[in-house]
């Protein structure tokens, strides 16, 4: 417990030191958006490029990956789908969807990999994932429903391919299919942008706090929040285990990973890609700071009853 108590203190601190920031006005008025469209559009490209060049794909395809991705994408539809019926916009649900089952698996999950599970590689297959298959598709369907001019055919086709971050993916993808190793002047510059990714998230988070109140009462986002908070810390980890346990038949430390990666909190890059577009912006927030707090007491339950 001591590595999930470490993670989740550095998380912490950082998001309180974009509160401080926040309330002290060091950064003006628009400083949450210029640094939420900085992690958006320049940070977080680097970091994917980085992470994906040099991933080892051969150990990317494994059963951890089959019940990450499943569980992932069926709770995500799942609030989609509940969403849309209940006539929320496409990028709200979207949105939602995100704040129900994207984990954080790259600021947090990776710590905890590494201080809970003893290995950072059970993180891995989830993050492509995300990097890969889930952000494109979201990130499109966003593209396209916020479209002011209304979207086309081509738009919507070519709209994955217009977006910095589906782009870094890509191009990381066919660096690290092809064995290529780029030199470290080329390399060096990318690390140091893409280490900016997690904490500019986690600052431009903590100055979205000051000022507002979560979790308004009588308000459409805290149902929603109630929603995918609820499907994300209880519906994905029983998921992600009944899967795990009887469809891919994993036992001991893979089941057990498998579900800890599962019942981290929705991931920051949510509230990121909902400021960048400016829908479901509250949704978003209050569903990460929510999902943090309870991760905590899941995380804790999940390695008593698995250890």
């Keep these: 417990m001591s590595g999930v108590i470490a993670g989740f203190t550095v998380i912490f601190v950082v998001i309180a030191v974009g509160y401080i920031i926040a309330r002290a006005g060091v950064l003006g008025d628009a400083g949450e958006q210029v640094l939420g469209r900085l992690v958006f559009f320049v940070a977080t490209p680097a970091l994917l490029f980085e992470t994906l060049a040099r991933a080892d794909l051969r150990s990317v395809f494994s059963p951890t990956l089959a019940?990450?991705?499943?569980?992932?994408?069926?709770?995500?539809?799942?609030?989609?789908?509940?969403?849309?019926?209940?006539?929320?916009?496409?990028?709200?649900?979207?949105?939602?969807?995100?704040?129900?089952?994207?984990?954080?698996?790259?600021?947090?999950?990776?710590?905890?990999?590494?201080?809970?599970?003893?290995?950072?590689?059970?993180?891995?297959?989830?993050?492509?994932?995300?990097?890969?298959?889930?952000?494109?598709?979201?990130?499109?369907?966003?593209?396209?429903?916020?479209?002011?001019?209304?979207?086309?055919?081509?738009?919507?086709?070519?709209?994955?391919?217009?977006?910095?971050?589906?782009?870094?993916?890509?191009?990381?993808?066919?660096?690290?299919?092809?064995?290529?190793?780029?030199?470290?002047?080329?390399?060096?510059?990318?690390?140091?942008?893409?280490?900016?990714?997690?904490?500019?998230?986690?600052?431009?988070?903590?100055?979205?706090?000051?000022?507002?109140?979560?979790?308004?009462?009588?308000?459409?986002?805290?149902?929603?929040?109630?929603?995918?908070?609820?499907?994300?810390?209880?519906?994905?980890?029983?998921?992600?285990?009944?899967?795990?346990?009887?469809?891919?038949?994993l036992e001991g430390t893979e089941l057990f990973g498998v579900v800890v990666i599962a019942s981290l909190p929705t991931a920051q890059n949510v509230f990121i890609y909902a400021s960048r577009y400016g829908r479901g912006v509250v949704l978003a927030r209050d569903s990460a700071f929510v999902t943090t707090l309870i991760s905590i007491p899941v995380i804790a339950l999940v390695s008593a009853l698995l250890t």
């Design 67 to 249: 019940v990450t991705s499943v569980s992932a994408f069926a709770v995500g539809a799942a609030y989609f789908a509940g969403a849309l019926v209940a006539k929320r916009h496409v990028a709200d649900a979207t949105v939602g969807a995100l704040s129900a089952s994207y984990v954080n698996a790259s600021n947090l999950g990776i710590p905890i990999a590494v201080y809970v599970l003893g290995d950072a590689s059970f993180v891995a297959p989830l993050l492509l994932f995300q990097i890969l298959v889930y952000s494109p598709l979201a990130l499109t369907l966003l593209d396209v429903s916020t479209s002011k001019a209304g979207a086309s055919l081509r738009a919507t086709v070519t709209a994955p391919f217009r977006n910095p971050i589906v782009l870094a993916a890509l191009a990381g993808l066919v660096v690290a299919a092809v064995g290529l190793d780029l030199p470290d002047p080329l390399m060096q510059p990318i690390v140091l942008i893409g280490g900016a990714s997690v904490p500019g998230a986690l600052l431009a988070f903590g100055m979205s706090l000051y000022g507002v109140r979560v979790l308004q009462r009588g308000t459409s986002p805290r149902r929603d929040v109630a929603v995918a908070a609820a499907l994300k810390m209880l519906v994905l980890p029983v998921l992600a285990w009944v899967l795990a346990r009887f469809v891919w038949h």
